[in-house]
């Protein structure tokens, strides 16, 4: 069985534009978490989506955004991008007990 | 949300059990206690959860304290593979908002 998928691997960006990052989830899983890792820290929650409504948000500006699709994958965008901003973004699905994590979008701003 | 304390590093040998020790002093009465690795350069991977009782997997065993303000994540045997940052996390058991300290980086000696 697949497990969760991000897309891309890799970005690089240029301060102020903006990207959008994608997350499939594990089949059959209907919630989606999003995740902000910077070198060195835990990750730092930035959104969860259940049945495409958002559940929970963390400490992080407007610029940020998620949706849930009926398919239950999920798009994070961030806009007028900082060079703050660059990290490694994790998608995690959960059924009930746990929480799977893909490898992440490793972001790039410049 | 409960706060964690976790050793910043602890060294082990190869073949030999690993005891990761983690103090959630205030943690709630129903949260759950959950732990998961991050080995470099990957998503963070569930581990193991447990709420009162001790609790065992393929993976690992989760000793809980009875006063349940503290936990320790035992593994069996260390491999070379089981060399990550640990992180210990006290959730409500729906995955929503998942706190991550610094965790425990551990380090297997061949």
């Known amino acids: 069985d697949a497990g969760v998928t991000q897309s891309p691997t890799h970005l690089i960006k240029t301060r102020g534009q903006q990207v959008t990052l994608r997350c499939s989830p594990i089949?059959?899983?209907?919630?989606v978490s999003w995740y902000q890792q910077v070198l060195g820290q835990g990750p730092q929650f930035i959104f969860q989506?259940?049945?495409?409504?958002?559940?929970g948000r963390g400490n992080f500006p407007d610029r940020f955004s998620a949706r849930q699709f009926p398919n239950y994958s999920s798009e994070l965008n961030v806009n007028a991008l900082l060079l703050g901003d660059s990290a490694l973004y994790l998608c995690?699905?959960?059924?009930?007990?746990?929480?799977?994590f893909g490898q992440g979008t490793r972001l790039t701003v410049v | 949300d409960a706060k964690t304390t976790q050793p910043n590093s602890m060294e082990s040998n190869e073949e030999e059990p690993v005891h990761l020790p983690c103090n959630h002093s205030?943690?709630?009465?129903?949260?759950?206690i959950h732990w998961y690795r991050q080995l470099p350069s990957q998503g963070p991977e569930y581990v193991i959860h447990?709420?009162?009782?001790?609790v065992n997997n393929r993976m690992a065993s989760l000793a809980i304290a009875e006063d349940r303000k503290s936990s320790t994540l035992i593994l069996h045997r260390a491999t070379l593979r089981d060399a990550a940052v640990y992180y210990c996390?006290?959730?409500?058991?729906?995955?929503?908002?998942?706190?991550w300290g610094l965790g425990t980086s551990l380090a297997v000696n061949p």
């Open positions: 995690a699905s959960s059924l009930d007990a746990g929480a799977f």
């Open positions: 089949s059959g899983h209907k919630s």
């Open positions: 989506y259940y049945e495409k409504e958002e559940r």
């Open positions: 205030t943690i709630s009465g129903t949260d759950y």
């Open positions: 447990g709420l009162t009782s001790n």
């Open positions: 996390i006290p959730n409500a058991g729906n995955n929503r908002k998942l706190i």
